[in-house]
């Protein structure tokens, strides 16, 4: 199923730890149809002005994303987050491009150690009810995850 011209919903529900525990991660219409909202407004675009987008991971089912340890309140699993990169480009770069260019819910530069362009990966939500331009960086620290303001 096309999401856009340039996506489908495989990419976004392709999940390693769904097929390794033979969990089910097919999406809801509802969750679709946010899933084709965070496309159309920030993917897409930046598809178009950029090239091709590697959705490391999209939606997680409940069970996928406890499996993997997300977050209880994760938008992976409601369809309106994506964790993303794109080769050849530094994912900094791209975090503070997406910031400067598209409004969003949580931009989340995670696991990114500087001079390291390839390092990490970068997160984005799209809730239309909640744009709040949220800029975090997410770091070990003492073996666990902090978030912190700005890249």
Known sequence: MKLSDNFTLDEFTKSETATRHGLNNTPSKEVIDNLVVLVTNVLQPLRSLIGP???TSGY???EV????????????CLGMAAD????????????VYIKDKYKYTQLILEYYEDGKPSSGWVHVSYNPLDLKCECLRAIKQN???IYLKGF
């Open 53 to 55: 987008i590697s959705i």
């Open 65 to 76: 994303n406890t499996s993997i340890g997300g977050s209880k309140t994760s938008d992976h």
């Open 60 to 62: 997680r089912s409940p």
């Open 84 to 95: 993303i990169e794109i080769a050849g480009i530094d994912n900094k770069n791209l975090a």
């Open 143 to 145: 073996g666990k995850t």
